[in-house]
């Protein structure tokens, strides 16, 4: 970094002042969380995500804060903080969020949108004020900033396929989709169309707006039940749970379900033994940690992608078990990306080779 350490001293204590006064612009933006001990010469990452309300995000912030602890017990960062913003997904609330944190002047700012463009302004903002800026979950309009995603593709076609083998090719399937007017979702929506287009013997009885969401794929689903007198499948975006709880509460066997990659619903398709095509899969809650790995290696000037595709979570029936018994119920499987990891995995894209799978965690973390 080309800052001298003065100047970061001065930094630091203008940061600091200025903190008291920021605190009721922080708390009106949504909860925040700081890590504050590390040497001034150190760099400050900050956060900002613009959506704090299920359990994907929830472990998204929860792998971040704990990988940022132990970059800062390891000297790698001074500071860091995270700023969640309240209520559904507020582009609006995360511009104000993320002008609060540039006065506050990081080194570099990690974003999970709640707009592809409605951020665009504020994020030519922190960019011209030498910010390094890294996106995380979602596509973004906005050159400056480096972008690092999930396939979203690969999520739609890990959903779709193996439960229509599953069925044999053939049957009644409802499809689950995700928050519809997102980039992702529109993405993974059009997959599973063309997907659905190569089995002209499997039926779609309705579409439903899941959201992702457990709780809301339930009550969608609930709604189109009784219309549909045989479901042989559910594709989802990782919703099964709920969607397996609103067959039951219908009186229904459960069919083939694209689940949730959390503890509760791993454990639920294996305590009751479904082996009839269904998988577990949803993007990578482990990216904010890959995102702190990409601003510390953009900071130290190495040569990295403007965007980065990373692997998403699959859990197929071998490994369900295993994941299975290192997941709390509400936290979703992530993958455990070191340093190294994420450098070997920027390599893998540079090159066109095959990515980087890290391994299962043995314990949770």
């Not at 006065?103 to 409605?118: F, G, H, N, R, Y």
């Not at 709604?223 to 499948?233: E, M, R, W």
């Not at 965007?307 to 998403?312: A, G, K, N, Q, Y």
Request: one cysteine or more.
């Amino acid at each position: 970094m080309t800052t001298t350490p003065p100047l970061r001293r001065r930094r630091a204590v203008v940061a600091a002042a200025l903190a008291a006064s920021l605190a009721a612009a922080a708390s009106g933006c949504g909860s925040a969380a700081d890590g504050t001990a590390g040497g001034d010469d150190k760099p400050f990452i900050a956060l900002s995500n613009g959506f704090i309300g299920n359990g994907w995000r929830q472990t998204m912030i929860a792998k971040f804060e704990q990988a940022a602890t132990k970059a800062q017990q390891d000297g790698l960062i001074g500071k860091y903080k995270v700023v969640n913003a309240p209520g559904e997904n507020s582009a609006t609330e995360q511009v104000a969020q993320i002008k609060s944190l540039l006065v506050q002047k990081p080194d570099a700012l990690l974003i999970d949108p709640a707009s592809p463009t409605a951020l665009k302004p504020v994020i030519e903002q922190a960019c011209n004020q030498g910010v390094k800026v890294v996106v995380f979950d979602s596509a973004i309009d906005a050159p400056c900033a480096h972008v690092l995603l999930n396939s979203f593709k690969d999520w739609a076609t890990a959903a779709a396929e193996p439960l229509i083998e599953g069925i044999g090719g053939k049957g009644t399937v409802i499809v689950s989709r995700g928050v519809v007017g997102s980039q992702p979702e529109a993405e993974m929506y059009q997959t599973t169309q063309d997907i659905l287009a190569k089995h002209p013997d499997v039926k779609v009885a309705a579409t439903v707006n899941g959201m992702c969401d457990g709780a809301k794929a339930q009550k969608a689903i609930l709604g189109v039940l009784s219309s549909v007198p045989t479901v042989d499948g559910v594709i989802g975006c990782g919703d099964g749970y709920g969607v397996a709880q609103a067959f039951g509460t219908a009186g229904k066997p459960v069919p083939a379900l694209t689940f949730e990659t959390n503890g509760r619903a791993l454990n639920y398709w294996k305590d009751n033994k479904l082996d009839n095509g269904s998988v577990a899969v949803m993007s990578d809650p482990g990216q904010s940690v890959a995102a702190l790995w990409e601003a510390l290696d953009l900071l130290d000037g190495k040569d990295v992608p403007k965007e980065l595709t990373f692997p998403i979570v699959l859990v197929e029936q071998q490994d369900r078990d295993a994941w299975a018994a290192v997941l709390k119920p509400d936290e979703y499987a992530a993958w455990p990306w070191t340093q190294e990891l994420f450098r070997q995995q920027v390599e893998a894209v540079k090159n066109g080779s095959k990515p980087v799978t890290p391994p299962i965690p043995s314990a949770a973390n």
